[in-house]
């Protein structure tokens, strides 16, 4: 196997250098992207050679355009040069394999701006949405699919995702795959594909079963590391970190000071559970910030609605749970705060690399309890941080404003001046129709605004935000009339759709008839 380094970044360099098909070129230069981060432009050359690779590279590296512009360069478009000679048209030419939902959407997101001027059908398949708008974009025909292992499955399964064309398999994040226990579905994906197809896969670690992986299905690899092999150390440097001892009863006192700090930007507060995750928005909310969640309890629109309203700087919190920020890519992020003490050193280094990219410098927080103070000094010795013993902090020590630069005479309030983002609400709810079920059975109803299925009782969203932000009382029952898991009435029972596999999805069914929807991948 040959080994390459990638960890000098060539200013002259340009997409268009590399040969590729001029129009996504251009299609990348009209939105500001012409010159390759480093694992693009050692990525670029293998690939379009036709080499197998393994990218072992971070998520904000920029590795989503290192696989993806070869690929979308190796792919006949409709009423492209040879497109009328393809045999195969219609049918997926390549296959990209995601861990979560949140990636597979912005890998889609990424592979439509670099073909822009070209007519790829690129088409997203993720569980968490109803199975009769991908089946129906697979049936008008895609050029590239980009999905979760187990909607993909379920849908190769049922005969709807041909893969016997495809020229091109990327796997993204495979030891995200591996945690999440996805490596055997994946296995079968590619084992539906031609063995003569180019493969690429990209891993921040190399774990065994990762390894294994690319012996049986790859091909003379390459293997690109995008920065030096001391990257966490990397990752270290590029952000400024504070570790403070905090009593349960005042971090959300302390938490919303920091949120006040001078040129705080786009923010990401990590919590370990769901519930502790959704209180800290709700409080965050309730003193004025313009704070949104994402977690495992939330339906997918919602957790779509406040990624986007993220992006867009509708909200400039987001509060996430360690699982549902997997493949978050946000350049901006200025400040992660860990509300609650990370696991190990590897989450620890997982969240504080959402800041402080692209040659930025962040800031990271640790809150540290005192049940914690064992698991963080494991932390900080395998990491030598240098912060064995955190100092005692509360929301009125003077260390606290000095060290992060909040104004003095800061509350716990966002005062009404500072309220300028529009919030959450303002960021469209998409109905995605009834959730997982699989066409001709019941599944379960649309959500309401809470995330919940509403086919069921729920809990409810909050209401719209009034002018002060403080949220109107939501309703405590799903819009479908509480009773069946069909979206409306009784339902159906169940819906005839495979199982979840392994995970258990609390909130948001109904009390009457089951459905048995796939797992949200």
Known sequence: MTETHASVHTADQKFADFKINPLIAQALANVGIEAPFPIQAMTLPVALSGHDIIGQAKTGTGKTLGFGVPLLHRTVSPGEPGWDEYESQGKPQALVVAPTRELAVQVAGDLETASKLRTTRIVQIYGGRAYEPQIEA??????????????????????????????????????????????????RLISATPESRHTMLFSATMPGPVVQLARRYMTQPTHIRAADPDDDGATVKATKQFVFRAHAMDKVEVLARILQATDRGLSIVFARTKRTAAKVADDLAE?????????????????????????????????????????????????????????????????IGRTGRAGKTGVAVTFVDWDDLPRWGMIDKTLDLGYPEPEETYSNSPHLYEELFIPEGTTGRL?????????????????????????????????????????????????PRDSSGRGAAGSGRGAGGGRGAGGGGEGSGRSGAPRKRNRRRSGGAGQGGTSNAPAAN
Not at 139 to 152: D, I, P, Q, S
Not at 312 to 339: C, F, M, Q
């Open 138 to 187: 697979l049936n008008r025909g895609a050029e590239v699919v980009v999905g979760t292992a187990g909607r993909l499955i379920d849908l190769l399964n049922q005969g709807h995702l041909d893969l016997r064309f495809v020229k091109t398999v990327v796997l993204d994040e495979a030891d995200e795959m591996l945690d999440l226990g996805f490596l055997p579905d994946v296995e």
């Open 287 to 351: 003193r004025g910030f313009a704070a949104g969640a994402i977690h495992g309890d939330l339906g997918q629109g919602a957790r779509e609605q406040a990624l986007r309203a993220f992006r867009s700087g509708k909200i400039d919190v987001l509060v996430a749970t360690d699982v549902a920020a997997r493949g978050i890519d946000v350049d901006d992020v200025t400040h992660v705060i860990n509300y609650q003490c990370p696991e190990d050193e590897k989450t620890y280094l997982h969240r």
């Open 415 to 463: 005062p009404r001046a500072n309220r300028t983002r529009e919030g959450l609400d303002a960021e469209k709810l998409e109905d995605l129709g009834e959730t997982g079920k699989k066409p001709g059975g019941g599944g379960r109803g649309p959500r309401d605004g809470g995330g919940r299925d509403s086919g069921g009782r729920g809990t409810g969203g909050r209401g």
